[in-house]
T-cell receptor, first 116, second 115 residues
Framework: NAGVMQNPRHLVRRRGQEARLRCSPMKGHSHVYWYRQLPEEGLKFMVYLQKENIIDESGMPKERFSAEFPKEGPSILRIQQVVRGDSAAYFC??????????????FGPGTRLTVL | GNSVTQMEGPVTLSEEAFLTINCTYTATGYPSLFWYVQYPGEGLQLLLKATKADDKGSNKGFEATYRKETTSFHLEKGSVQVSDSAVYFCALSDTGVQGAQKLVFGQGTRLTINP
């Protein structure tokens, strides 16, 4: 059973370009979390999605960032017009259920975004 | 809001030494507490967890006890191995919109074990 897959593992963008980060959850998991880790800091929650629904985006910056989890295909974290401050490691986690039960979140290896 | 503070690293020990990595938290309510480990080039893996006060989580020789009175969840291991070298994250669960179980992480502690 493959784990959570993220690609690309490393992404380099110039300021003003768009970055698309992909996350394929574990088989059977329909809940996805995105976290960001800035240099020398812990991971910070960004957004929680179920298939075709954004449930909690309280950690997402108000501008330039968006996320989706379509019925088919991976979850996408999209950053438009990247700036140097967006350079970070972005981690995706999936879980089988979320409501009312404490479920383990399984993490992917992360995408390291560098903005030049 | 809820937060986690953990011992700053890096921490370097010799093989078979005793390990403690301190973790304290600030939270409303009664969150669940976790330790995650990240090996080089990999994602975070759950090491152990505790869901209520006085619970002890344990795995692979590591232990941590949920101490409500001191709001702490310190990680310990009696005899470390070179293979324990990794970054360790303390975290708590924070319930968000529609039951979303957001994790709040400490900044991580890099542990290096020398033979």
């Amino acid at each position: 059973n493959a784990g959570v897959m993220q690609n690309p593992r490393h992404l380099v963008r110039r300021r003003g370009q768009e970055a698309r980060l992909r996350c394929s959850p574990m088989k059977g998991h329909s809940h996805v979390y995105w976290y960001r880790q800035l240099p020398e800091e812990g991971l910070k929650f960004m957004v929680y999605l179920q298939k075709e629904n954004i449930i909690d985006e309280s950690g997402m910056p108000k501008e330039r960032f968006s996320a989706e989890f379509p019925k088919e295909g991976p979850s996408i974290l999209r950053i438009q017009q990247v700036v140097r401050g967006d350079s970070a490691a972005y981690f995706c986690a999936s879980s089988p259920l979320a409501l009312g039960v404490l479920n383990e979140q399984f993490f992917g290896p992360g995408t390291r975004l560098t903005v030049l | 809001g809820n937060s986690v503070t953990q011992m700053e690293g890096p921490v370097t020990l010799s093989e078979e030494a005793f390990l403690t990595i301190n973790c304290t938290y600030t939270a409303t309510g009664y969150p669940s507490l976790f330790w995650y480990v990240q090996y080089p080039g990999e994602g975070l893996q759950l090491l152990l967890k505790a869901t209520k006060a006085d619970d002890k989580g344990s795995n692979k020789g590591f232990e941590a006890t949920y101490r409500k009175e001191t709001t702490s969840f310190h990680l310990e291991k009696g005899s470390v191995q070179v293979s324990d070298s990794a970054v360790y994250f303390c975290a708590l669960s924070d319930t968000g919109v529609q039951g979303a179980q957001k994790l709040v992480f400490g900044q991580g502690t890099r542990l290096t074990i020398n033979p």
